[in-house]
């Protein structure tokens, strides 16, 4: 990426899930995952990820998709 392109390491993704326990859910099957399990060993050991942070939204506006 050249510098007018912005950040080359950082990436977002957005999760809709009903509460905090649905996501903690969620990360519970993924770690359980063989699958999900090697995918995230192979991101580290290649350091795809260097850093985790997670921030919390709450749905501001109307529902979407309803309609």
Do not use: C, M
């Amino acid at each position: 990426f050249a510098p007018h392109e912005g950040s080359s390491t950082l990436a977002y993704g957005i999760y809709n899930v009903e509460s905090l326990a649905a996501y903690e859910a969620y990360r519970a099957r993924l770690a359980a995952d063989s699958l999900g399990r090697e995918n995230y060993e192979f991101a580290q050991k290649e350091r795809f990820l260097l850093r985790e942070d997670r921030t919390w939204l709450k749905l501001a506006s109307a529902p979407h998709g309803i309609g």
